[in-house]
C-alpha cells in the first residue's frame, strides 16, 4: 500500500494530468485513513446489483465489507508496485484510480467514483490523460459485461481483446505519433 502518511496532490498544475486539473480534480496517493472512503466508494459500485438479491440491509453491509476487504488484499497482493489514487475534489474524496504500469502497457486495476461524481466528465477525464501518459503503450482494463461505462471505454478507442465470459478485456492501441 501506498505511504499512509502520504497525502500531497500527485498531479502538478497543467502537468501528466491536465484534463484532471482543468476540472478542478487532483490525485493522491491513497494511505490507511482512505480505508472507509475506499469501502463506501466499493458499496456504492453494487449497490444496484444488491438490490436485487432481496437479503436485509445487515447480511448486504457484511458481504459488502467482506468483498471489499477481498479485492483490496487482492489488488495489493497482485499488483505491487501500481499507482494506488484518490481521485478528489476541492479536497473530498470522490473516486479511486488504480494503474499498473509494465513496459508495454499500462492497465487500469480500477477506476471508480462516488454515484454524485459519475457522468460529469471525471472518468473521460481521467483516461484521456491516461492514455496521453501511456505514449507507445497499450492501455487495457477489464470490465464487466454489463457495466455502464463499456459505451465510454469503447467511444475512447479501446476494442475487445479477450472475452472472459463476465469480464472483458479492452484495450486501446497506442496512437503513432
Known sequence: MADPTATQAV???GGDWRRIVALGLSLRPIGESDLGFLSTLYASTRMEELAQTGWPEAAKQEFLAQQFAAQHQHYMRHYPGAEWLIVEQD???IGRLYLVHWARECRIIDIAFLPGARGRGFGTAALGDLIDRAGDRFVSIHV???NPALALYRRLG????EDKGVYLLLERRPVPR
Open 11 to 13: 498531479t502538478p498544475a
Open 91 to 93: 479536497g473530498v474524496a
Open 144 to 146: 464487466e459485461r454489463m
Open 158 to 161: 479501446f476494442d475487445l481483446a
